[in-house]
């Protein structure tokens, strides 16, 4: 749930039910943006505590809202240990929409985008462009990059580039209004509304913590693009 794009609040809330559905007594439950630790005392007197490292996000909403609704069922019902990790393998492995949705998706923000900062036609075909380009190297990165920063580094470092050349082709005319629209499809939105949220709800280390991340990771991407500028005066 952390992992999917869940708040703070809403993943220790469900740890605290499923381990009251399965009878433990005392609970506590630490998380902070790339950490969780619990610490649990069995019904026999045995305490235990599992650690786990978050090294990067992929928010998905559609298995978060899954994820969620298995952790109610857990804390209500109490089922046992194999139906509970056959019906999560099911939902951590099932596809919730087709790849292709992804590529029109981004080609409706980053050339929506485009156009709305006052690009023209061809700039919001450039950052089309760019975003299938976005979407392709993402999907090519997810598995073989877990360092968050060298990540998206890599992703609007590529991306720049290729909108560059595409505007020296003659394929736009405003490379910034392009680059704008490309941009939105990579920019941490959702980190930072998770951030304030924490803040709202009291979790003030994650919170902060997740605000110092997400704006590491927007510079991370304004310097990637700024990079390709600078390297071939875009």
């Known amino acids: 749930m952390l992992v999917c794009g869940a708040e703070v609040s809403r993943v220790e809330d469900s740890i605290f039910r499923m381990c009251k559905g399965y009878g433990c007594e005392r609970i506590n439950v630490f998380i902070i943006t790339n950490n969780m630790q619990v ?3 069995t019904p026999d007197g045995e305490i235990i505590t599992q650690i786990r490292t978050v090294l990067r996000y992929n928010p998905n909403f ?3 809202d899954e994820l969620n609704n298995l952790s109610r069922e857990a804390a209500s019902g109490s089922p046992g240990y194999y139906i509970l990790s ?3 393998d099911k939902i951590v ?5 087709p790849r292709f949705f992804k590529y029109i998706g981004g080609v409706l923000v980053s050339g929506g985008f485009s156009m709305f900062f006052g690009g023209d036609v061809m700039d919001a075909l450039v950052a089309s462009i760019g975003a299938c380009i976005i979407v392709f190297i993402e999907r090519y990165l997810n598995t073989r990059e877990d360092n968050e920063f060298v990540y998206y580094y890599i992703v609007s470092l590529i991306t720049a580039i290729a909108t560059v050349f595409m505007v020296r ?14 941009i939105m499809l990579v ?6 509304t998770n951030a304030i949220r924490d803040l709202l709800m009291g979790d003030t280390g994650s919170g902060m913590l997740r605000f110092i991340n997400a704006v590491l990771v927007a510079g991370i991407i304004a310097s990637g693009f700024a990079t390709a500028l600078l ?3 875009g």
């Open 231 to 233: 390297m071939f005066g």
């Open 62 to 64: 559609a298995m978060l």
């Open 93 to 97: 492995t099932a596809k919730y929409q």
């Open 39 to 41: 610490t649990i005392e």
């Open 169 to 182: 082709a003659g394929l736009g005319h405003n490379i910034d209004k392009i680059m704008i629209g490309e």
């Open 187 to 192: 920019i941490p939105g959702v980190a930072m």
């Open 86 to 88: 056959k019906k999560f």
